[in-house]
């Protein structure tokens, strides 16, 4: 009973480093998305995918990119570590977009200094 | 984007009902209106999930009015167990018609003995 799992569950990286967050869900779900979170903020979507080969820009994309080339899996990229990229980040997967519940992994404590 | 707006903060005592509100003036007509629990260091989990008029499962009850611009979350006979941050989800369709699921800011609701 996997659900959604998140690698690393901590992360600090140096301003201009590069990361991949790891995202992968043992559901068949086809809908993936990434959130970030950050105080007072609530959860803020990045980027998300209807399905293998598909993906969208969310309502703050900048600084990353996504790619789904398996159901399974939907890692996050950033190419050039900022300071304002320190947030915690969030998975979720869900059956179906719009109306079925999305499943939340447990997150990745990112800090960029 | 249209945005969901809850409450930032409430408190509430051991055994009293909690009720909850989240506006969402702009939700789209084939939209659910989903809530999530969110503890410290966790991933949100889903509570509840409408579409109109009133929802009701084991841990709450959604109550959805005919213009579905807000809905209410009810928590009845709260325990300190029920302290944490409440999240309503509307999915807002962004131009083009992309699913951009919204957060609200979350509701912290802290329960005392």
């Known amino acids: 009973n996997a659900g959604v799992t998140q690698t690393p569950k901590f992360q600090v990286l140096k301003t201009g480093q590069s990361m991949t967050l790891q995202c992968a869900q043992d559901?068949?779900?086809?809908?993936m998305s990434w959130y970030r979170q950050d105080p007072g903020m609530g959860l803020r979507l990045i980027h998300y995918s209807v399905g293998a080969g598909i993906t969208d820009q969310g309502e703050v994309p900048n600084g990353y990119n996504v790619s789904r080339s398996t159901t399974e899996d939907f890692p996050l990229r950033l190419l050039s570590a900022a300071p304002s990229q320190t947030s915690v980040y969030f998975c979720?997967?869900?059956?179906?977009?719009?109306?079925?519940?999305?499943?939340f992994g447990n997150g990745t404590r990112l800090t960029v200094t | 984007l249209a945005k969901t707006t809850q409450p930032i903060s409430m408190d509430s005592y051991e055994g009293q009902e909690v009720n909850i509100t989240c506006s969402h003036n702009?939700?789209?007509?084939?939209?659910?209106i989903t809530w999530y629990q969110q503890f410290p260091s966790q991933g949100p989990r889903f509570i509840i999930q409408g579409y109109k008029t009133k929802v009701t499962n084991e841990v709450a009850s959604l109550f959805i009015p005919a213009d579905r611009k807000s809905s209410t979350l009810s928590l009845p006979r709260v325990s300190l167990s029920d302290t944490a941050v409440y999240y309503c989800l509307v999915g807002i369709s962004a131009t083009g018609g992309s699913y951009i699921p919204t957060f609200g800011r979350g509701t912290s609701l802290i329960v005392h003995p």
């Open positions: 979720a997967s869900s059956s179906r977009q719009g109306g079925s519940p999305l499943h």
């Open positions: 559901m068949n779900h086809e809908y």
């Open positions: 702009n939700i789209a007509t084939n939209d659910y």
